[in-house]
């Protein structure tokens, strides 16, 4: 079973949301995440790029 949440690039203020909208993780940072305490289900993730730029995606955790 693999716990981490592993991006492509660094982002900064990422947030993580179930889908009602509750914030899960707030204002994280990096490439990788440890999603153990995370229950299993769909989540958003909002984050910014060094650019400047807003990335949103979903994940699900099984």
């Known amino acids: 079973m693999?716990?981490?949440?592993?991006?492509s690039?660094?982002?900064?203020?990422?947030n993580v949301y179930d889908l009602s909208g509750?914030?899960?993780l707030r204002?994280?940072?990096?490439k990788e995440f440890n999603v153990?305490?995370?229950s299993?289900?769909?989540y958003n993730l909002t984050?910014?790029?060094?650019?400047?730029e807003i990335t949103k995606f979903k994940?699900?955790?099984k």
């Open 59 to 61: 994940f699900i955790k």
């Open 2 to 7: 693999q716990n981490t949440l592993k991006l």
């Open 36 to 38: 153990t305490t995370l």
């Open 47 to 52: 984050g910014v790029n060094n650019k400047g």
């Open 22 to 24: 509750k914030v899960i």
């Open 9 to 14: 690039g660094d982002l900064q203020n990422i």
């Open 27 to 30: 204002n994280c940072s990096g």
């Open 40 to 42: 299993s289900g769909i």
